[in-house]
């Protein structure tokens, strides 16, 4: 049976939900032992003195290090040059910044012992504000200042193009930090030997094996990294993953034991990086009939005290200001700043979800100024295959805008219910994305993956991306099976092992069933060539007459004629036919301009529209969704199970990063660092999302697929955004739209 | 630390008497407070163990009867328990998760003397009283007596909470309790509200309302329910009960919430509550008629 476009459990799943999955803090070796950071406690200074004494007599206590211990430069970061400390040696650059690693025979002692360090900070007043941070005469909070990155889009000439345009709307919105808030907390277990081995539960090992290794000053080629079962990561696991990964291992050599740090979950909010805040000013302008015309779009991110994804997530914002729509005259500038609070960086959307609030907050305030339809505006201006984006890429295919448009209109018009009580409000609301997949001209995509069949006929893949609960291991196990012929059962997919694949680059940008998905049907492809020669020989044809189905290899031409894979493959074996290959797959260089930011950038783009429905309490301003429809051109649906986790789970982020979630700081501190106070959506606040694939193949992935693990965060936050304010009346320029945020604009309607 | 693990009251009494430790019952609240580092107790006594602390029965009293519930009673069997009123179990069904009920008790809940605390608001309302116990006796406390601040009781220092009785004729009025955090589940009360009504015919003959989370302690709301005697529950409009509620309640701006919307909140939810009240009594006398 071929099983592309099936509906199939995840491969994974009975060992996830027996509990036989090993995750980081699941390992357990002899001698091991435990560390625990101390962290600065304050936003901005610089140390003047460190006192561990208190910390080293505490029984138990086995070794306590600061910045002077670590071998390599003490420097971590995603772009050089790279900007953050394992532990911060002189100058405070966010309170969750780590000092001292303490390490003791129980993570309890280790606690109890880091919070005896005493740590002596002369403290400066922090930066706290983009503002702040811009201000000409403001303190430098790197050496190179207070801007991270800043680049400029330009297509077009919008200054000229808005003196033609017949309206013209302008606003300035804003979004909030939002945390991963992963079920398991970051975790690592670091252990010696000839060469070491992390087992991490992280995203992107090689990133880290690379740091783990500077930081050790060793070559990579010693340092083993294993993922282990990794309980989410939405973006999140990769800057705090080497930092506590190469602190293991540093410790675990000084002391010749196996060594763990586990993170508490208020450090996995206070020192992990968050999203980026935002700040944006978005001025659009159009027709009398609609077309729009120019946009010039002013991003500034709250990138915190490090650089990390940084230089991508600003790039993203650029590439992304204009949405999904063909608007001929672009000026977009972004910039990311520092200043003294938690350092952001990759999150599930990556810079997508801020913008495309303001756009399609946009689009709404358009189309009410126009009087038009609001889907119409949308459709009126929506990319189509052959039209040119706001990089001025054209792709000639699998620009399934318009069908997730036709889509969504043609579902079931849920009519407001008709009720005497007037203490509800309903609205509606719509939204488009655009969300580029792979990494593009953002980096390179690279992946390897290797594929392995035993005289058995059982198929072993192992691929350099992770699987972090999304899915991909069993989209890459039903790729495997589909080329191969045999069932899914007979398919495993082993853990990433820095060993044993090519370096594949980080587990981002929605590219694992694309970029990752080639790699593996490359693989699989030539394993598949040993197993149709073999057949062929066996039945004295050529192997183009052999097709590799339900376990046998068929002659085409009579179905009848079968051997079963197994002896095909024992028989390729003893002939002395690879069974085995480790297969390196490259996307298309990218044609592009850093400067202007015109050309060729992501292999596909996920299209996406979304439709809302609300009621709005106006006493106490609850939101119940009654209605969630999420239409997205994935190219080819590999699994529609998978496709509909993704996409539930994606949009329960934007969700939660529209309604309810927010990050608060106060001094420089974060005052919700759990979550009792951070209000990250329970089980109870789930919203009923229904999936609508829409399939416009992809000729850059297997079997027509594209990427669709980040796309509808951005919608699901923006359509929220678009449904509460056409409820209440109001438009919100500020997300999180909180319950009292719409009750005080109730309020303020009412007094108006 | 010491972990002491009594079977008895009486030893649990003893215990605390000499030793000063800190009580120990379902541990959904002590437990976090040790971890944060709000406390290091250098004696822990855990009465989770103690039978008699655990239990819902009627028994007589001195005021006549009353519904006895042992403190160490779980938040869970609170919430399941047909005999106690409505609000207490909403109440109870209010407070963290499944497993979080499980644990927890309505003694700590108590006890803890959170100014959110779910439970709170419908003891009041039932005019619950506290029987306190230390090595040398037992004293009452009226529910809305105890609470003295945030996180701070009349408790003195070898007391502890024996049971609440809740006076059997306010088990028989109707009440309902409300309660709005900042997600529809495991929240954490922004404002709670508990109202209990003695009706005749649909008209108030009596009733009690009070607050959490818009003062230091929960508060009962005399002036509201003064205002409210001799009126229908249909009646009832929301504007009618803002003057009175927001005569009485303090509300602060903290990292949960706002002191505004607190405001707001809790002439809903008491709104609500009465509303829910409206309901049962309606479907009460409909069934009365069939």
Redesign the interface.
Known sequence: MNVIGKKVRKVDGQELITGRAKFAGDYRFPGMVYGSVKRAGVPAGRITKIDADAARQLPGVVDVLTAADIPGPNLIGVLPPFDQPLLASDEIRYDGESVVLVIAESAEIARRAAEKVSVTINPYDPILTVDDALAPDARKIHETGNVTFTKKLIKGDAAAAFEGADVIVEGVYETSNQDHAYLEPETVCAVPGRRITLYASCQSPFHIRGHVAANLNLPASSVKVVQASTGGSFGGKDDVATEIGALACIAALRLNRPVMIAHERAESMIGSNLRHAARIRCKTGATKDGKIVARDVNVLLDGGAYASESPFVTMKTLIHAAGPYTIENLFVESTTVYTNKTYCGAFRGFGVPQVTFASESQIDELADKLGMDRLEIRRLNGLKAGDANATGQVYQQSVGLQETITKIAESVETSAPTTEDDRYLYGTGYACVAQGISNGAEGVDVTGASVQMSQDGSVLVGIGLTELGQGSRTVWAQLASAILGVSLDRVSVRLVDTDGVHDSGPTVASRSTTVGGMAVLKAAEEVKKSLVTMAGLMMKTDAENIELRDGFAILKMDDNARIPIPDVATAAYWTGFPLMNLAFSKAPDADYDHDTHQGDVYIAYNYGTHRMDVRVDKLTGQVKVLNHLAAHDVGKVINPLGLEGQIEGASLIGFGFAHMEKIRYRDGIIQNANFADYALPSIKDRIPTATIPVEDHNPTGPFGAKGAGEPPVAAAGAVFANAVSDAVGVRFERLPITREDIVEAIERGNHD | MNYLKPSTVEEATELLGSSQGMILAGGTDACVYMAE?FCDPETLIDIGAIDSLRGIETQPSDDGDVLWIGACTTISEIEASEALPRALRQGAHAIGSPQIRNLGTIGGNICNASPCGDTLAPLLSLEARFVLRSATGTRTVESADFFTGPKQTVLQAGELLECIDLPIDSCEWISAFRM?G???????SQVNAAVSTKLEGGVIQAMRAAVGSVAPVPLRLPQLEGALVGKTLQSVQ?ADLKAPIMAEIRPIDD????A??RQ??AV?LI?DALMDCARQDESARKGADT
């Open positions: 580092g709005i900042n997600r529809n589940g495991q929240a954490i929301w990292v949960r919430s706002t505004t919307y707001e909140l809903t709104f």
